[in-house]
C-alpha cells in the first residue's frame, strides 16, 4: 500500500510539473492563434483589391485583345493596297524609264543624223568650191 501511495504521489507531482508546463505553452498557442488570425484578416483585406484590380486589368486586356483582333483584317487589307500601289509605281518607272530610253536614243541619232549632214554638207561645199 505505501508502493501505491508513493506512486500516486510520483503521480501527481508529475502530473503538477506537466500542468506548470502546459499553462505557458497554452497561453503562447492561444496568442500564436490570435495573432494568425490577425494576419489572416489583414493578408485578406489586403490582397481582394489587388484581386479585383487584377480582375479589371484581364477584362481591359481582352478588351484590347478584341479590339486588335477585330482590326487585324483592315490592316491585312491596307498592306494589300500598300502593295499593290507599289507595283503599281513600278510598272509606272519601268514605263518612264523606257520612255526616257528611247527619247536618248531618238535624239541620238538627230545628233547624229545632224552631224553627218553637216559633215556631208562641209565636203560637198569643199568640192563645190573648187
Known sequence: MIFINIAAIVVAIAVVVLVAFLVPLIRELRTSAVALREIAVRFETDIEPAIR???KALVDLNVITSGT???VEDIQCFMA???DTGRGLRTI???VSGA???FTKSSLWLTGAKVAGSFMFDKLAKKGGK
Do not use: Q
Open 100 to 102: 526616257a530610253g528611247a
Open 81 to 83: 493596297a500598300v502593295g
Open 69 to 71: 483582333a477585330d482590326r
Open 93 to 95: 518607272s519601268s514605263v
Open 53 to 55: 484590380e487584377l480582375n
